[in-house]
């Protein structure tokens, strides 16, 4: 299996920016790693991804040195085990509320002795068992594959102080869209009872020295960092929205500038 940089960059304390992808284009995931970006989340929770189609955006992905991380619909080990098996560097588990469901994903992405996930020596990231140990990539694979947690309900907060302390996890994300609706303000991620509660959140995960992540505003980046927020990402069509928006401007002023 290859060395996740995605995790030596969190490790080494720097913050990483990354893209959501939710439709299956390998080209597009190709581009936003020639782009620069950190990584990318092939969203299976809200798209049209399947484990089916996963793989050649994971190859995309690695040929373009971006981390590809995958977001399973629900954190269940049959579910899981699919996509890192096409050779998906992590998982972004939503909706985890307990230290239970915290330790369960865990275990559903790691071998023994970590967890439980399934060997198939066989797979792409063992490469299909044609060179190398069973054992080495099991070891390859438990130090490498990235465990991210969505803390996205209020539940979550209020059990985070157990939650930060379940070994194996990587990252602690925080997101704000289904945070703001499980408050009774859907839609409204800069309400401030919303920004309140995930600077509260934030707090619990830094202060035990976890690595915490948001989906926030673009403008509200630089606040979390302040706050010591490493992980982040936004979206595709955001990115086409706002280049879009100010190509256009562009050209239109240019246009008006010479009388057509």
């Known amino acids: 299996m290859r060395e996740n940089t995605l995790k030596q960059k969190l490790e080494s304390r720097q913050a990483v920016f990354g893209v959501m992808i939710t439709f299956p284009s390998a080209p597009v995931v190709e581009m936003l790693g020639h782009l620069g970006f950190d990584w990318v989340l092939i969203d299976n929770e809200h798209g049209s991804i399947t484990v089916e189609n996963s793989e050649d955006l994971v190859r995309a992905a690695e040929l373009a040195g971006i981390a590809p991380i995958v977001r399973p619909v629900a954190n269940k080990p049959e579910i899981i085990a699919p996509f890192l098996d096409r050779g998906a560097w992590g998982v972004q588990v939503p909706h985890v509320n307990t230290a239970e469901e915290a330790r369960a994903a865990v275990d559903a992405v790691k071998y023994h002795p970590l967890g439980h996930r399934g060997i198939f020596s066989g797979s792409r990231p063992a490469g299909f068992g044609l060179s190398g140990s069973t054992a080495d990539y099991v070891e390859d694979a438990n130090r490498n594959t990235l465990v991210c947690l969505m803390l996205e309900e209020v539940e979550a907060i209020e059990n985070l102080e157990e939650m930060v302390q379940v070994e ?81 401007k562009e050209m239109r002023q240019g246009a008006k500038a010479a009388g057509l």
């Not at 202060?207 to 927020?229: H, I, N, T, W």
């Open 168 to 248: 194996g996890v990587d990252v602690f994300f925080i997101g704000s869209g289904d945070l703001s609706q499980s408050m009774g303000y859907p839609g409204q991620q800069t309400h401030p009872e919303v920004q309140a509660l995930m600077e509260k959140g934030v707090s619990v995960i830094r202060e035990a020295g976890r690595v915490a992540g948001v989906s926030c505003p673009d403008s509200y980046v630089p606040k979390f960092l302040g706050l010591g927020v490493q992980y982040f990402h936004g979206s595709v069509s955001r990115l086409l929205q706002s280049s879009s928006v100010d190509y256009l």
